[in-house]
């Protein structure tokens, strides 16, 4: 069964909301659209696409432990879940309105999630925690210090030699990319969504610290490319 932990009064929330840790832009700005996320995501970011090959960029083994940050209505995880049921999946979100859309949907597959309203700027995990993290659509959420903070946060609680997964807007490459990526910066705040436009992600991942930057795929979408780069944590034997 799902694990969900949820600070005691909590309720939904309208635009960029008081959470544990700090504010924060729900997944389609007001919490109240939250409900609607899958739908929409289906539609406008291919998220079958996306959250497919994610998974494919992933073989987990049997008692490793995997984290998605900004976990949203959970669906990766119950992706990775199905792929690797021998793993120990967490997801730290800070709407509990997309939690518990995420632990139903977790419910009715039958697929234990341990599910925590957190902000990704201060993760609720002891150091070194995760084999691997995911993070899909989050990082545009934040402005850019909290991106800093919760790629630190992300490198902090990730084994040493453990995986960061990371698919995100990338920056726009024409015009007409520039125009489609708008209503996103528009909707989520253009102060949220600069470095993204700038290309500045795998440089903000490489100064949290971690290491190996790649770019595994590019999935073009109606409101500009969602890039995913892996990047990892220096393994122990590379830190002596
Ligand atoms: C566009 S949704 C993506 C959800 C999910 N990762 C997916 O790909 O389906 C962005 C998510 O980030 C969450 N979020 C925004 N700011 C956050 C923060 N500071 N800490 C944790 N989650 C945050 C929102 O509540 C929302 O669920």
Same mark, same amino acid.
């Given at each position: 069964?799902?694990?969900?932990?949820?600070?005691?009064?909590?309720s939904?929330?309208r635009g960029?909301?008081?959470?544990?840790?700090g504010?924060f832009r729900p997944?389609?700005a007001f919490?109240?659209?939250?409900?609607?996320?899958?739908?929409v995501?289906r539609v406008?970011?291919r998220?079958?696409t996306?959250?497919a090959?994610?998974a494919?960029?992933?073989?987990?083994?049997?008692?490793?432990?995997?984290?998605?940050?900004?976990c949203?209505?959970?669906?990766? %995880?119950?992706?990775l879940?199905a792929?690797?049921p021998?793993a120990?999946?967490?997801?730290?979100?800070? /709407?509990?309105?997309a939690?518990?859309?995420a632990a139903r949907?977790?419910?009715?597959?039958?697929a234990?999630?341990?599910?925590?309203v957190a902000?990704a700027?201060c993760?609720?995990?002891? /150091?070194?925690?995760?084999?691997?993290?995911?993070t899909?659509?989050?990082?545009?959420?934040?402005?850019?210090a909290?991106?800093r903070?919760?790629l630190a946060?992300?490198r902090?609680? %990730?084994?040493?030699?453990?995986v960061l997964?990371?698919?995100?807007y990338?920056?726009p490459?024409t015009?007409l990319?520039?125009?489609?990526f708008l209503?996103?910066?528009l909707?989520d705040?253009?102060?949220?969504?600069?470095a993204?436009?700038?290309?500045?992600l795998?440089?903000?991942?490489?100064?949290?610290?971690?290491?190996?930057i790649?770019?595994c795929?590019?999935?073009?979408t109606a409101f500009g490319?969602?890039?995913?780069w892996r990047?990892?944590?220096?393994?122990?034997?590379t830190?002596?």
């Amino acid at each position: 069964m799902p694990q969900v932990t949820l600070p005691t009064g909590s309720s939904p929330t309208r635009g960029p909301s008081p959470a544990p840790g700090g504010r924060f832009r729900p997944a389609l700005a007001f919490s109240t659209l939250t409900p609607w996320f899958d739908v929409v995501a289906r539609v406008a970011v291919r998220d079958n696409t996306l959250k497919a090959q994610l998974a494919d960029l992933l073989s987990l083994r049997p008692g490793q432990t995997v984290l998605d940050v900004g976990c949203g209505t959970g669906t990766l %995880l119950l992706r990775l879940r199905a792929r690797q049921p021998q793993a120990r999946f967490f997801g730290v979100d800070a /709407d509990p309105t997309a939690l518990a859309i995420a632990a139903r949907k977790a419910a009715a597959a039958g697929a234990p999630l341990t599910l925590t309203v957190a902000s990704a700027t201060c993760l609720p995990f002891a /150091d070194a925690t995760f084999d691997t993290v995911t993070t899909s659509l989050l990082l545009h959420h934040l402005i850019t210090a909290e991106k800093r903070q919760a790629l630190a946060e992300i490198r902090r609680v %990730l084994c040493p030699g453990g995986v960061l997964l990371a698919a995100d807007y990338d920056a726009p490459r024409t015009w007409l990319e520039r125009l489609a990526f708008l209503p996103v910066r528009l909707f989520d705040g253009f102060d949220a969504t600069e470095a993204n436009a700038q290309g500045e992600l795998p440089t903000l991942i490489q100064a949290a610290g971690l290491d190996d930057i790649q770019t595994c795929a590019e999935l073009p979408t109606a409101f500009g490319y969602i890039t995913i780069w892996r990047a990892q944590r220096a393994s122990a034997a590379t830190l002596l």
